[in-house]
């Protein structure tokens, strides 16, 4: 089966981005599943129900979120019954939402989709390393197809747990640092990985955001407003072959389109 997994979508210009560009992708790839990052596509802060919404009609499947789930409060109207949304699933016991979830493809298939929050230079939630799995297993139970959506920080802590969960899971997509990594590749046990899938939204930018205010902020030290860069749009991603049987990657294919 083909998944495509989006990059981080920050603001209008990543929602459009996924207008203008998921069509040309679904085409090309014939894809059974569309899963993306959602936690930015608010203003660049958070998610809202038309937000959510309006990527659902664009065509994306499933989001999962990250240390920004609740930064607008929106989300917290909606997470628990919405069922096509997940947030980093060791926040602590009682939080709305959940943090994983079995969902149907579009060819009839169950994938497992499990999102995680990193604690290295973030907030310290449950360590994740400790926790994933026994929803790993959890999810076995239903599946061999599984993803994992790792929202870190540290390379380093990206990639031991790529290694940690090779041959467990389908892949381990990381995000949250919004620059497409060169390491793309297939771990040694059938596990595809990325240490960042990248950002959806305005190229020119930093990580999203004005440059000029991001430059001001490192020249001064005074506290800014962040605001969503506009221009240049830019589509980040991988494409994954997965095994339908075995649940093991056979591709992973990154992604990257840019337009007006």
Request: one cysteine or more; hydrophobic letters at 45%; a negative charge.
């Amino acid at each position: 089966m083909w998944i495509l997994f989006i990059g981080d979508i920050v603001g209008k210009p990543g929602r459009e981005a996924v207008r203008d560009f998921l069509p040309e992708i679904k085409q090309k790839f014939d894809l059974d599943l569309v899963i993306a990052n959602g936690e930015n596509a608010a203003g660049g802060r958070g998610i809202t129900r038309e937000v959510a919404d309006e990527l659902f009609n664009y065509g994306i499947d499933f989001l999962t979120m990250g240390n920004h789930v609740w930064d607008n409060k929106d989300i917290i109207n909606f997470i628990d019954d919405e069922r096509r949304i997940i947030r980093p699933a060791n926040y602590p016991k009682g939080v709305p939402g959940r943090g994983h979830a079995i969902i149907i493809s579009n060819n009839g298939l169950k994938v497992g989709v499990i999102n995680l929050s990193g604690r290295v230079f973030l907030t310290p939630l449950e360590n994740p390393f400790t926790m994933v799995i026994n929803l790993i297993n959890e999810l076995a139970l239903e599946t061999p197809i599984i993803i994992v959506d790792f929202h870190a920080e540290a390379t380093s802590e990206k990639i031991a747990m790529g290694w940690m969960l090779d041959g467990k899971v389908s892949a381990v997509i990381c995000t949250h640092t919004h620059i497409q990594t060169a390491d793309a590749r297939i771990l040694e046990k059938g596990t595809a990985y990325i240490t960042d899938v990248g950002m959806t939204g305005p190229r020119d930018s930093v990580l999203g955001i004005k440059k000029e205010i991001v430059i001001n902020n490192f020249l001064t030290q005074m506290p800014v407003k962040f605001e969503v860069a506009s221009g240049v749009k830019q589509l980040n991603g991988v494409v994954l072959e997965i095994d339908e049987t075995s649940g093991k990657a056979m591709q992973i294919i990154p992604i990257q389109i840019f337009g007006e």
